[in-house]
């Protein structure tokens, strides 16, 4: 496991210091670290931000042909941009929905239809993704959920914060 692979498994697992054991495993379905530059640190295995052109409804009905840079779309919407892109904001060609912005930390969180969402934050070098699935169940047997992994996510993205990142 390299040192970022390392960092990835704090996003999606919870550990208490004062055990020093993780308490809470399998918070995130995927987490990813990315550059400001796009390139992936270290990204949850089948996980990936993709670039494909997106056929966009018109008001007329037509469609049209769309680039997507999921990449672009996710750091826009740390900026509070809440629509990230022309197509809207998508993770691993799936559409998400705007939550909600903290400017004070560059956090976004987002809702994806059907139940799940992701939790983004941007560092001075890294945007930090976690994403988390309704369907999908933690090792207590409930169901991931936006609270625990904002919790990790947001977590990180203080520690790399910290680490000058």
Known sequence: MSGWDAYLHQITNKFDHATNQYTLTNVCEFAAIYGHDGNAWATSPGFALYNYE?????????KKKVPVSEFKACFEATKGNRKGSEA???????????????????????????GGGACIIKTGQTIVIGVWNKAASMSNGQLQNAGDCNELVEAMGKYLIQSGY
Do not use: C, W
Not at 54 to 62: A, H, I, K, N, V
Not at 88 to 111: C, D, T
């Open 88 to 114: 809207g904001i998508r993770i691993a060609n799936q559409k998400y929905m705007f939550i909600k912005h903290n400017p004070e930390n560059n956090s976004v969180y987002l809702a994806r239809e059907g």
């Open 54 to 62: 997106f056929d966009l409804t018109q008001e007329d009905g037509s």
